[in-house]
């Protein structure tokens, strides 16, 4: 990497202030301030970047495009200061100019281009592309208004628009010049030309300009630039367009405006799918355009790209590839779909039917009709060609069209070569019974590939206290491969490791501490256990699981006071989706439950409720580092792996957990005395719900203990809650508690009791964390991506990378 000194990077630092704002440079604002070092930073990545732009045309090294509906990048600022290697450099400059160093990280905005586990995979992804040397380009959007900003008011969530571009953003770079045009509506029709061919003619479209915004995402200290590119919908800038009218021009800026803040389900539909196809045919054709410029022919496309789908959300690039192949291209139906299938590979997220893609064929007809056709003949092949080889049953349940609607997962599919879900347990029951039909069909088409996280963000960065203590005692190989965290593990006797590790957990509790009084008016004790659930708000994850434990515990203290508990912090951040009534009701519990608990002299703060507001990147960066305790307790088959398991355990946190998603393989590497599991498995969950002999009113009437907790709800104990305590209470005794929360909570409250007991010894509790540390290095991203890299997309790093691995 290019040297950056202390003083060389002081002068231009001072300079380029002076120069854009013309102040001095300590009289200007955190915002200025940052906006400054931003600009200094671009000009000193640059030329990396534009290196490896064109090493990679010189090269044709095969290029890998990740298209995904969203990204959850975080502030940027630090991930680039730590991987171009002036962390210390710019920090120590800072400081000596008397600039706060932290103030200015914190002017960035964090940008909320996504709604959870997804989306930042997305950017984990892209951190790891970049680091192993795999040349990645993420596609995506490039929304005005990211997720909603929480807010709480009188414990109700209250959704504001998050205007994350108010400000300029130093790391994009707007493209105009590589603009596309995407084409909506109209008619369409094929007209036979003089060689007999028939092509498409169209009229009455609405174009849409796409116009691409790159941010550069740096490997970690090794020059390599890669690219994300955010695409933003505009007017087309001709003649034509000077009579559009206003209605259009709002119709046009709605494509990129907001993001679906729902991650399951999807309603809202006409913009969505709008999106949908802005994305995938903006993408697209920049990929096509990029290959026409290797001066190749069509058959080696899969060679030079690989084209990956992120959720069903992008599965229009399918369609829309064929659609260049065919139209502008002039290849055949069989020429064009084996390009393709050789091009794309698609990754499950998720089995909740709620969540799976389903577009009606009109809405699809009338949006793109030219797509609609290309969808329509490749139903009709797969329904011949399958209906020869397995008989027309199975032909026609995994056909891409029924009952008048497109299901996305079966076009993803059918067109891919490959298809991932994203932990062992997921896979299984993605090739068992969510696809299992398709599982007859293309035997060798499904793979899996369990989730990750970068450790440069997730330890280096948001946990710097720990990783000077694992430079000091297993030396820094850990910070090129993670998996060397294991070297931790021969630590495990070590009284001054141990020691130093209680204190590093302290001094990060510390800080999550003094953010909670200072931002939320509420005193927690550094010395109290820790207890974390962070993650969307949804029923199948159940918070309200938790919610019953917390009730069980305070009821239990609010009549002895000395009861043998340990004492606790229960830390929760979570949105709702805007229109998920239910969810929206179970934070508004957890509100009106902390003005209770936090505020009963009776039980000697031995409990705190902590709903820390608007859960975001930046937030969990602060509170991974402080938590003891990771609650993961999911109904089991239900979340495909989550992410945040593997950051809390990175960081040191204990699991409680169901055996559901990477859960299960956080248990195989720790082994049973360090982690806490508890519950049914994903079978029995499986058995118990087709035996329909589930009855919750049952359990309620008969479990003195449930019986408590639940007429809490409803007989004015928590003073806060409406008709939110009758509802809630209805959805488990009445409605049969679809999530099974009544049948798994003994088990999670003899679970918690024991976490209790573990927690009153330190120097054992410090054993276990130290190994779950130890042991998180195998979840790196970058063996994830590796692994993409050689199973899938067909890419191979450089050596030296690989031998790594
Ligand atoms: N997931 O965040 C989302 N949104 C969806 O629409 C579907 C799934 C989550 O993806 C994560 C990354 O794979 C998983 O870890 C998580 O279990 C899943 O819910």
Redesign the pocket.
């Known amino acids: 990497m290019k040297p950056m000194d202390v003083e060389t990077f002081k002068e231009v630092y001072k300079k380029r202030f002076e120069d854009v704002y013309a102040i001095q440079y300590h009289m200007g604002s955190t915002l200025e301030q940052f906006q400054v070092l931003g600009q200094v930073l671009r000009g000193y990545y640059t030329d990396y970047w534009i290196e490896n732009n064109q090493e990679k045309i010189d090269n044709q090294d095969k290029q890998v495009y990740y298209f995904s509906m ?1 990204f959850l990048p975080g502030r940027q600022l630090k991930t680039y200061l730590l991987n171009l290697d002036v962390y210390d450099t710019v920090k120590t400059g800072l400081t000596d100019l008397g600039l706060d160093f932290d103030k200015i990280v914190e002017a960035e905005v964090d940008p909320a281009l ?8 997305a950017s984990c992804f892209m951190d790891s592309m970049a680091s192993t040397h795999v040349y990645g380009n993420g596609c995506g959007i490039r929304y005005q208004y990211g997720l909603f900003k929480q807010k709480f008011i009188d414990g109700y969530q209250i959704e504001l628009p998050e205007n994350w571009l108010r400000n300029p953003n130093p790391w994009e770079v707007r493209k105009e010049s590589k603009s596309v045009i995407v084409r909506f509506g109209g008619n369409v029709w094929l007209e036979e030309q003089k060689d007999g061919k028939l092509k498409p003619k169209y009229e009455h479209t609405f174009d849409v300009l796409a116009v691409p915004y790159d941010t550069p995402q740096i490997g970690y200290r090794n020059g390599v630039v890669n690219n994300l590119r955010l695409f933003s919908a505009e007017i087309p800038y001709d003649e034509e367009s000077k009579y559009i009218t206003s209605e259009q021009r709002q119709e046009v800026n709605s494509i990129t405006e907001v993001l679906y803040p729902d ?2 389900n999807y309603e809202g539909r006409l913009l969505r799918l709008k999106q949908e196809y802005f994305l995938s045919s903006a993408g697209i054709q920049t990929i096509v355009r990029y290959f026409k410029n290797l001066k190749l022919p069509w058959t080696r496309f899969p060679e030079k790209v690989a084209i990956h789908i992120n ?1 069903t ?1 992008p599965t229009l690039c399918i369609p829309e590839l064929m659609r260049i192949l065919l139209d502008e291209e002039d290849l055949t139906w069989e020429q064009a779909w084996n390009i393709s299938k050789k091009t794309f590979s698609y ?1 499950n ?2 089995i ?1 039917q709620e ?1 799976m893609e389903r577009w009606p064929v009109y809405m699809i007809e009338s949006l793109i009709p030219r797509i609609a056709q290309i969808i329509y003949e490749i139903n009709a092949r797969h329904i011949r060609n399958k209906t020869e080889l397995y008989g027309s049953e199975l032909a026609y349940k995994t056909a891409p069209i029924q009952d008048d609607q497109v299901l996305m997962a079966n076009l993803a599919i059918i067109s891919s070569h490959s298809v991932n879900g ?2 062992k347990l ?1 896979t299984e029951i993605l090739e068992r019974y969510t696809l299992s039909d398709f599982k007859t069909i293309y035997p060798f088409r499904f793979n899996n590939k369990t ?1 990750g996280v970068t450790h440069r963000r997730w330890v280096q960065l948001a946990n710097e206290p720990l990783s000077q203590l694992l430079d000091k005692t297993i030396g820094e190989e850990w910070r090129f491969q993670p998996k060397e965290m294991r070297l931790l593990r021969s630590y495990i006797d070590d009284e001054s490791v141990l020691d130093q590790l209680q204190q590093v957990k302290l001094t990060n509790k510390k800080r999550f501490a003094k953010f909670v009084s200072e931002q939320m008016n509420i005193e927690i004790d550094p010395h109290a256990m820790f207890d974390v659930q962070i993650k ?1 708000l949804h029923a199948y994850k159940r918070q309200l699981l938790q919610v019953m434990h917390i009730i069980d515990r305070y009821l239990q203290l609010r009549d002895n006071p000395e009861a043998k508990l340990a004492k606790r912090v229960f830390v929760f951040g979570a949105k709702a989706a805007p229109s998920y009534y239910y969810a929206k009701q179970i934070i508004k519990l957890i509100n009106a439950l902390a003005d209770l608990v936090n505020n009963d002299p009776r039980i000697n703060d031995m409990i705190k409720i902590v709903f820390v507001e608007n859960y975001s990147v930046s937030l969990a960066e602060l509170i991974i580092p402080a938590a003891d305790l990771s609650e993961q307790i999911s109904l089991a088959g239900k ?5 945040s398991n593997m950051k809390l355990m990175a960081n040191g946190a204990l699991t409680i957990a169901t055996l559901d ?2 859960n299960v393989e956080i248990s195989n590497l720790v082994g049973p005395d360090d982690i806490f599991l508890f519950g049914m498995k994903a079978d029995e969950v499986q058995v118990l719900r087709d035996s329909h002999a589930y009855n919750a009113r049952d359990i309620y009437e008969r479990d003195p203990q449930i019986q408590r907790i639940l007429n809490s709800l409803i007989d004015g104990t928590i003073p806060g809650i409406k008709s939110e305590g009758i509802d809630i209470f209805n959805s488990l005794v009445t409605d049969n508690d679809e999530y099974f929360l009544l049948k798994d909570y003994h088990s999670f409250y003899q679970a918690q009791m024991k976490v209790d007991i573990n927690y009153a010894n330190k120097k054992s509790w410090t054993q276990k964390s130290l190994i779950n540390i130890a042991q998180s290095g195998k979840f790196s991203a970058d063996y994830t991506i590796l692994r993409y890299a050689s199973d899938i997309w067909n890419v191979a790093p450089e050596t030296e990378v690989l031998q790594q691995f």
Do not use: C
């Open positions: 969203e996504g709604n959870g586990g997804l989306g930042r995979l991650d399951s959720d959300h990754t997220h998720t909740l969540a994203v932990a997921h989730n969307r979340e495909a792996s989550g992410t998603g990477a």
